[in-house]
């Protein structure tokens, strides 16, 4: 069995010279107000993130932006208006993808043969679940073909 710390190590190297999308974190002070601010930078491979030193699972995906004035059919237009707000008062550029909820996978005890976030050992195969309602696939399949992704995507 591969571990999934092997094949991290792998894609991160794979990864090199692409490029990375913001990691954000919710904020709030009496000063400044609410924002998103940014704490980092990954790689965004699906379900997963990878940092140079950590392996995340993907929680919402917004893109900065400034909500303007528009007129919204539905509560939940405005609210995604308003976070995306939220990260450009943070620091982010206009259109600027960032990552917020996103939450730390234990690598270690998924070598172990445990499961943490989307990743799991399954019949000692280091697999990923691709969505919460789609089976689990090999991890270093499903990295393989996101990084060729995203390669065909880099400017």
Do not use: C, N
């Not at 059919?73 to 208006?81: D, G, I, L």
């Not at 259109?95 to 234990?106: A, K, L, M, R, T």
Request: aromatic share 6%; charged share 25%.
């Amino acid at each position: 069995m591969r571990k999934a710390s092997e094949v991290i190590v792998e894609a991160r190297a794979a990864l090199a010279g692409l490029p990375k999308e913001g990691l954000g974190e919710e904020r709030s002070s009496r000063w400044r107000g609410q924002r998103i601010v940014r704490v980092g930078a990954a790689w965004h491979l699906g379900v997963l993130l990878l940092t140079d030193g950590q392996a995340l699972a993907t929680g919402e995906v917004l893109r900065a932006a400034d909500p303007g004035r528009r007129g919204y059919t539905a509560e939940s237009a405005r609210a995604r208006a308003a976070r995306r707000e939220l990260a450009l008062r943070g620091g982010f550029a206009q259109g600027e993808v960032v990552h917020v909820g996103w939450s730390v996978i234990d690598v270690a005890a998924v070598d172990a043969g445990g499961s943490s976030g989307p990743l799991t050992v399954l019949d000692g195969v280091t697999s990923v679940r691709w969505s919460s309602v789609g089976g689990y696939v090999p991890l270093e399949t499903y990295l393989s073909e996101r990084i060729e992704l995203l390669r065909g995507s880099a400017p």
